[in-house]
């Protein structure tokens, strides 16, 4: 039987630091950039700038639909935006309680 490593492997289960790089410098860093989902975009700058003028963090934005619309990419504009920091994960990582307050502390 093969004993193949993920390194010794051309496609593998998780994604490379370098490959994160790459997808990162290609998504947009800010919603004057970002092409298409205007109403969403309109709403997101009225969020942010009432955020920014009254010195607070961003009220909770949930961002849903299937893959491929933006909303990884929508979420990085809004962490950028207000100059904070992002963790990203996905529903199926999620599979017990304590795996969220996981996230949500570290």
């Known amino acids: 039987m093969f004993d193949f490593q993920d390194e010794d492997r051309i496609i593998t289960s998780t994604m490379k630091n370098e490959d994160i790089d790459v997808e990162n410098s290609l998504r947009p860093k800010s919603l004057d950039d970002y092409l298409g989902q205007e109403k969403a975009k309109e709403q997101l700058k009225i969020f942010i700038e009432a955020a920014k003028s009254r010195n607070e963090q961003l009220d909770h934005v949930l961002l849903y639909g299937p893959p491929g619309l933006g ?21 199926p990582a999620i599979e017990r309680a304590g795996d969220l307050a996981a996230i949500l502390t570290n």
């Open 71 to 91: 909303k990884t990419t929508l979420a990085s504009i809004i962490a950028n935006e207000m100059g904070v920091n992002l963790r990203i994960t996905s529903g």
